[in-house]
């Protein structure tokens, strides 16, 4: 693989900066849990236990813990915003608008990675911030969440994930490079029930089993 890279550098006329250059290492695992050293050219690679790519956290024990707790922290510290507005005396309309561009999107970024994996526990840690915000935005007359999202018209987060994880299966499904990922399942014609549309991937772990593509394969399944 490094070879390939240093071939790719080398004929876009590119230099490799090993000093910055990180390496990790997916390993669920606990038992032989050890950080190896690797080198290249020479050069010794940092071998990284965790990072940011693409506003994404990444661990190497594949676990959303991380991620989620940076999103939760960033978008409860975006709430101040709400509560200043609301004593300014702003229209609900105005609240809700802020909030969806301010706190919602933070809390959906890269929806499509991370939703799969994560634990019941931080589902509602997630949830907690919206709750927060109707809060603030309905003031007195916020009496429970579920009431509140019929006030407001508005959906769960965990329901608004199910639909845009929904929506990119469907573009990935058309899509010429990405629709590769899905293995269209023969059907039988003495199968009288019903037939899935794509195999599902055969996962001897849970956290396989929840992974991203296959539960896009899911999703096009039960549609």
Known sequence: MFEKIQQYAQENKMKINY???????????????????????????????????????????????????????????????????????????????????????????????????????????????????????????????????KTLKLESLFVRREKLCKTFAKKCEVSPKFSKWFKRKVKNVTTRGKVNKYCEIDARTARFENSPINFLIKLLNNN
């Open 19 to 149: 000093k910055k250059t990180k390496l990790m290492l997916f390993n669920p695992g606990k038992t032989r849990d050890f950080l190896p050293r690797f080198t290249f050219n020479g050069d010794e690679l940092e071998v990284i236990e965790e990072t940011k790519l693409l506003g994404i956290i990444l661990t190497n024990d594949l676990s959303w813990s991380s991620h989620v707790k940076y999103m939760v922290t960033k978008a409860n510290k975006k709430l101040w915003a709400l509560r200043r507005l609301k004593r300014l005396g702003s229209k609900t309309t105005d609240l809700l608008d802020v909030y969806f561009k301010q706190v919602r999107g933070i809390l959906e970024q890269g929806v499509q990675i991370w939703h799969p994996g994560i634990t019941n526990i931080q589902r509602n840690k997630i949830e907690r911030v919206q709750k927060s915000a109707l809060s603030i935005i309905l003031g007195q007359n916020y009496k429970s969440y579920n009431r509140a999202l």
